[in-house]
């Protein structure tokens, strides 16, 4: 029964179907959820270090029922961005609806089409993988499938990886490195795989090519069969599910670095270079993304069998109150370089 605590996870679609269906005040549902009523209840909501216990994990990592709860949220993130195109391109909105729902459609876009996608994309079945870069369609970002997976992962906490944020940077500054560096890295990856494949960068061999005709050939559809009032909302709510998706990326790895050995060679990746959350709402919101340190420690694990870990560092506020913290860099830096300091003494 515990496990169904993940269907609350759908109460943040759910809030976008209610905007797009009440408009008014109501638009502004999902933003409400994510960053007021979120926030304020995870100051009181309890944290959990308990883990599953390892002669179930293998057990609980095949339960299907945990797969289809990833799987649901596909053809309601289509069915949510297809409700506010129809509505933007034919309904005439005040400007405050029409931010609620932009704003509202923007954040579904990142939490339940990026995030979602990140963890099929880590999964060996075609399926789950082509599921991925469907959902990240939307985001206009299929490439971070490429760059995540295959850039991420290895140069986490270096500065090769332009997703892991340097100590007193800002967020606003790191959203142009992370967005540029990662499509830069991107279409490096799948030069050097074609290559060593003995195949020609500029044809369909190159999934780059393929996701830029993909991310076009969407832009045209919705222009084609709606207007440019759809177009332009598109457009929107994939910069917002970007950086929506970037703005964890910088509260992930904020500050932490990876020692150089004598060998030149980072030293490998451990719990230690990712910020974790055990802040129960944020970790169900999330499908536990903010289980972060371990994701980062052993990528295949699925997110229901994600561990806390002794030796990661911990983020003092849930990822919902992080995201706003992290917005204002003055405090940001004040909450978070004390504790990158004792982070650095611990190794």
Do not use: C
């Not at 759908?10 to 979120?38: D, E, K, M, N, R």
């Not at 799987?71 to 506010?84: D, H, K, M, V």
């Amino acid at each position: 029964m515990r496990d169904l605590k993940y269907l609350i996870a759908y109460l943040l679609p759910g809030t976008a179907l209610l905007a797009l269906a009440w408009q008014g005040l109501w638009a502004w549902s999902t933003v409400v959820l994510s960053f007021g009523i979120l926030p304020l209840l995870e100051l009181w909501a309890p944290q959990s270090t308990q883990n599953t216990a390892p002669e179930l994990e293998a057990d609980r990592a095949k339960r299907r029922f945990f797969d289809v709860l990833l799987y649901l949220n596909f053809p309601l993130l289509f069915l949510i961005i297809a409700a506010y195109l129809y509505t933007l391109q034919y309904w005439v909105l005040p400007f405050s609806e029409w931010l609620g729902l932009t704003l509202s459609t923007g954040i579904v876009v990142g939490a339940i089409g990026i995030n979602v996608a990140h963890e099929l994309g880590h999964r060996p079945s075609k399926f789950e993988q082509t599921l991925s870069k469907w959902m990240l369609l939307p985001a206009l970002y299929q490439h971070f499938f490429i760059e995540h997976n295959r850039g991420h992962h290895k140069n986490v906490a270096t500065d090769l990886d332009p997703a892991s944020a340097r100590l007193g940077e800002p967020v606003f500054s790191f959203w142009l490195r992370s967005i540029g560096g990662s499509w830069r890295n991107a279409w490096r990856l799948e030069r050097e795989r074609l290559q060593q494949a003995g195949k020609s960068v500029w044809s369909l061999h190159n999934e780059m090519l393929r996701f830029q005709l993909w991310q076009a050939g969407w832009l045209g559809a919705i222009y084609f069969f709606l207007g440019a009032k759809a177009l332009t909302g598109a457009m929107l709510i994939a910069l917002i599910g970007v950086l929506l998706l970037e703005t964890i990326n910088y509260i992930e790895h904020y500050g932490l670095r990876r020692r150089m050995l004598p060998s030149g060679r980072p030293e490998p990746v451990s719990p230690a270079h990712s910020w974790n959350s055990n802040h129960e709402l944020g970790r169900i919101f999330l499908f536990e993304l903010t289980r972060h340190s371990d994701h980062h420690y052993k990528a295949t694990r699925p997110y229901q069998v994600l561990r806390h870990l002794d030796e990661s560092p911990q983020l003092p506020f849930g990822y919902p109150t992080s995201l706003l913290l992290a917005l204002v860099p003055p405090l940001w830096f004040r909450l978070m370089d004390k504790r990158i300091i004792f982070e650095t003494r611990k190794k």
